[in-house]
């Protein structure tokens, strides 16, 4: 059986994601309660969230909808011309993003809403990066928000004691 936790490392840094990336934006959603938290720190609950088929199926699912707007791919134009633009009532990549944020609590769904709207990091990055350039990330954006405040509910979960 493939790996399908490498497979969506690859797809994640063929759109200009790394896993540490990833990490620093769940060390942002814990700076406050946590300090001197390090990116490294985190890197394990981003590993263990990326193992899950849930999460992998939400990357390889979103990852080809943004490739495929963005490379003319779509059948429906209307549906591409919303994805281009990233449409603010389009909500569907957020739906995608709470089906993983689902799999770590209340913690996660809150972090991811706060993520989304500050637009910390890369995730910042991939929101400017679609605006005006041909560059769809529509889905992408929302995905890597919900695996960092995913990765940062598992880790608050398990500094509880």
């Known amino acids: 059986m493939e790996d399908y936790r490498t497979k969506c490392i690859e797809l994640l840094e063929s759109r200009g994601v790394t ?14 309660y946590h300090v001197d938290l390090k990116k490294e720190e985190l890197l394990e609950s981003v590993m263990s969230v990326l ?9 390889m699912t979103g990852i080809e909808l943004d ?19 990233d449409e603010g009532l389009y909500g569907v990549d957020e739906v995608l993003a709470y089906g993983i944020c689902n799999l770590y609590g209340s913690i996660a769904l809150t972090n991811f809403g706060f993520i989304d ?10 929101n400017e990066d679609g605006k005006d350039t041909g560059v769809v990330n529509t889905f992408i954006d929302d995905i890597v928000g919900a ?11 398990r500094w509880v004691k």
Do not use: P, W
């Open 147 to 157: 695996i960092a405040a995913s990765a940062a509910s598992r880790f608050a979960h």
């Open 19 to 32: 896993v540490s990336d990833i990490a620093d934006c769940a060390r942002f959603l814990q700076a406050d």
């Open 117 to 126: 709207k500050k637009k910390y990091g890369i995730i910042a990055k991939l």
């Open 67 to 85: 490739v495929a707007a963005e490379q003319g791919y779509m059948k429906d134009k209307d549906l591409a011309s919303i994805l281009t633009r």
């Open 51 to 59: 193992s899950k088929r849930e999460v992998q199926n939400a990357i």
